[in-house]
């Protein structure tokens, strides 16, 4: 089994910064690629960012220039500094990793249980 758990998340005002983390414990033999979603109350969860195992990265269009995803393969972790915060980033935050327990398993896809992130304005 496989556990991924957020932190960081909190309450910020607009134009300030956050770092969420994104860590993977358990039966782990690799983790393909790492994603950060978003859902604000009411509406669907939206794709933030991802980065591959080698560190390509994706961005959505609303927080291209303001947020950076990153990784430590060594810690199974994944991060997402969050710059110039706006009240409509809002939400909250999932983390999603695609991850190949062992060597002879096929892979399979995890979620954490989300961090809230209010910016006030």
């Known amino acids: 089994q496989v556990q991924l758990v957020e932190s960081g998340g909190g309450l910020v005002q607009a134009g300030g910064s956050l770092r969420l983390s994104c860590a993977a414990s358990?039966?782990?033999?690799?983790?393909?690629?790492m994603y950060w979603y978003r859902q604000a109350p009411g509406k669907q969860r939206d794709l933030v960012a991802a980065?591959?195992?080698?560190?390509?990265?994706n961005y959505a269009d609303s927080v291209k220039d303001r947020f950076t995803i990153s990784r430590d393969n060594a810690k199974n972790t994944a991060y997402l500094q969050m710059n110039s915060l706006k009240p409509e980033d809002t939400a909250v935050y999932y983390c999603?990793?695609?991850?190949?327990?062992?060597?002879?398993?096929?892979?399979?896809?995890?979620w954490g249980q989300g961090t809230q992130v209010t910016v006030s304005s």
């Open positions: 999603h990793a695609v991850v190949k327990p062992s060597r002879w398993s096929t892979v399979r896809d995890y």
């Open positions: 358990g039966s782990i033999f690799s983790i393909n690629d």
């Open positions: 980065v591959t195992s080698g560190g390509t990265t």
